[in-house]
């Protein structure tokens, strides 16, 4: 704890601790009752409380250390807000089983300098963030050094770059683990180790949760065929706060169960693993075609020195087009035009 509480004259006393006893608290607690609500916003901007169990949290333990080493000799950073539901994974997975949790402050989040400099003083072994974070620290390179003691990097909450995957694997000799999930079914609710694999996929569910890709009539597709991914078992929520309808309209009874409707397209590979496509809204029609926007985005992704993108549809002259925006570490020539940096210019 810094001394930054002495400005605002706040004082500690050990008369804080006098009532604390090292005995359980009497409380009658069941795994169906409420841990937490937490508002989210998804894709549709308009928040709503999802409701989370105690089961659904302890499901979600229990998932994610059977596939992660949580050592108790280990040392988790948290980059993460409180109010991101990824947190929980930096927060519960690590203290449930005895590691040490060093919480970076907000401007350790944003500065490579000073995160590096925080994980070297705490040998930091295990980090979990999402890709556009991870990018902007690798854009300074001469502050990576803690990436040589880290064990295992845990990635999430959007689509992994193979750009992101062939950098962390030439810095580090850490374990890569791709995480998926929405918030509706407790943080995360597949993954896929990618340490000896560049086929990049959301993986497996964890233990107790059941992925289905279902068609408009919620019936299961073959693998390889592409459709809605759903998500059931034990990280399901309760639903949304306050909110029956939605509830409704997104939690559906499939084969006497209730399952979720992430509003993602996927397909089962013939090894059982999901390729996660993105977003179904986030579909265009031009010309008669449906062109899902997150496919264009993975192929510019692959193109050496490009960080980040994005591929929107505008209305040009009452024709829609395609138009992408990137970030890249440098110039890119390409033929007969060239690419500046978050802008094309073509002859």
Not at 40 to 54: A, F, L, Q, R, Y
Not at 106 to 124: G, M, P
């Amino acid at each position: 704890l810094d001394e930054s509480y002495k400005k605002v004259n706040i004082s500690f006393s050990e008369d804080l601790y006098k009532y604390c006893k090292d005995t359980n608290l009497k409380l009658k607690i069941l795994s169906s009752q409420l841990m937490y609500l937490i508002y989210t916003s998804g894709s549709t901007g308009n928040p709503k409380g999802v409701m989370i169990t105690h089961n659904n949290i302890h499901n979600f333990i229990i998932g994610v250390t059977h596939q992660i080493d949580f050592s108790a000799n280990k040392t988790m950073v948290s980059l993460t807000t409180i109010c991101f539901d990824i947190f929980g994974l930096e927060l519960w997975c690590s203290l449930t089983h005895g590691l040490k949790v060093v919480i970076a402050n907000e401007f350790e989040q944003k500065d490579a300098e000073s995160f590096n400099k925080l994980c070297l003083t705490n040998n930091v072994s295990m980090i979990q963030t999402t890709p556009s974070r991870f990018l902007a620290f690798l854009e300074d390179s001469s502050h990576l050094d803690y990436l040589k003691n880290i064990t295992d990097i845990m990635i999430g909450g959007e689509s992994l770059p193979e750009t992101l995957l062939k950098k962390l694997k030439n810095l580090s000799n850490a374990k890569i683990y791709n995480m998926y999930g929405p918030t509706e079914t407790t943080v995360w609710s597949t993954i896929k180790d990618l340490t000896n694999d560049n086929n990049i996929s959301i993986g497996k569910p964890i233990s107790n949760t059941t992925c289905y890709i279902l068609d408009n009539k919620l019936r299961l597709l073959p693998p390889y065929v592409i459709g809605n991914l759903y998500i059931g078992g034990d990280g399901v929520s309760k639903g949304y706060w306050g909110n029956t309808a939605l509830t409704n309209e997104k939690f559906v009874i499939f084969n006497n169960n209730i399952i979720y409707n992430t509003n993602d397209l996927a397909y089962y590979t013939n090894t059982g693993e999901i390729i996660h496509l993105g977003r179904a809204d986030f579909q265009v029609k031009i010309r008669g075609y449906r062109i899902e926007l997150g496919e264009i985005e993975n192929s510019i992704s692959t193109f050496d020195n490009i960080n980040s993108c994005a591929v929107i549809c505008h209305n040009l002259n009452s024709k829609q087009i395609l138009c992408a925006y990137y970030t890249s570490s440098q110039d890119i020539i390409i033929d007969n035009g060239e690419f500046y940096n978050h802008k094309f210019i073509w002859p």
